[in-house]
């Protein structure tokens, strides 16, 4: 029977931050894997954790994808931990997901602590329809057609982004997004914590004078819900019925579609129709 890969979120600042599952899993299993060793030491030592550590990331994925694999096939379990927040969102641990589904291994999940999420709920734009759009590509064109997806996408964004291409990010955002309303996160959970709620122009005013420093996230509003207009909208109430019986309604039908689609009462759509004045003369 076939271990269990036990996905691990560790803290994305905070120490105090880790569950007590999350440390008795990181405990009871037979092997870690996890981005770099020499990090994840540092957080298993401060719990006085003593555990084999192996190291799973971009440039070895394959390789110890296929030995992480062949570990649980053996019947033993294995936890994964990314640097800091939740594994497999933005990093390689999604292969290792996918190989443990395609080589029916059980994959569970510790749950904690995820930086997009903090940075959302705390930026004051709307957290009922989001999405998580993570690194943006380094390579300039890849880096604007990707904005350029996103232009007229209606939900808050959700971006990571590294301090020394933060400026050039916001200036790629203001230039295809127009300004709008942002929250830029930075040492989220620590004692520096910073959350700027401002909008594009201003945060690129703000990092022309003054370098970035930290790891961000960056929260940004989604474009304006584009009303479709009716096609009514341009008519005279006269010419709205006259184009319901154009379409074989008889008058009073058509009146009564008028009346719906403006939400006005039929009999003033009626009066209106008939040339009917207040008085009940036409």
């Not at 691990?8 to 299993?29: H, Y």
């Not at 403006?262 to 009917?276: E, F, L, N, Q, V």
């Amino acid at each position: 029977m076939s271990g269990i890969l036990y996905l691990c979120a560790t803290p994305i600042g905070n120490l105090g931050d880790i569950s007590e599952r999350c440390l008795e899993t990181l405990k009871s299993v037979d092997i870690i894997a996890c981005e770099d060793t020499r990090r994840t030491l540092q957080l298993l030592n401060h719990f006085g954790i003593k555990n084999q550590l192996t190291s799973y990331h971009e440039h070895n994925k394959a390789e110890k994808g296929k030995m992480i694999i062949d570990i649980l096939k053996s019947g033993k379990n294995a936890a994964l931990v990314s640097d800091a927040g939740t594994p497999a969102i933005s990093d390689p641990g999604e292969d290792l997901v996918d190989l443990c589904i395609e080589n029916q291994i059980t994959v569970t999940s510790i749950p904690g602590c995820v930086a997009g999420i903090n940075a959302l709920i705390l930026s004051g734009l709307s957290a009922k329809r989001f999405a998580f759009e993570g690194f943006l590509s380094v390579n300039k064109r890849h880096r604007t057609e990707h904005l350029k997806s996103l232009k007229n996408d209606t939900h808050t964004l959700i971006f990571h982004e590294a301090p020394h291409k933060l400026t050039r990010t916001l200036s790629d955002m203001l230039e295809i997004f127009g300004n709008r309303k942002i929250a830029l996160a930075r040492e989220l959970t620590k004692i520096h914590e910073e959350i700027i709620r401002t909008d594009l122009e201003n945060a690129q005013t703000l990092y022309d004078q003054a370098s970035p420093k930290g790891e961000f996230v960056i929260i940004v509003e989604g474009a304006k819900e584009i009303e479709e207009e009716n096609f009514w909208d341009n008519l005279t109430v006269s010419e709205h019925i006259e184009k319901y019986l154009k379409d074989g309604d008889d008058v009073k039908d058509a009146i009564k579609k008028a009346a719906k689609d403006r939400s006005m009462p039929k009999r003033d759509i009626y009066k209106i129709y008939h040339g009917i004045s207040e008085g009940g003369k036409k």
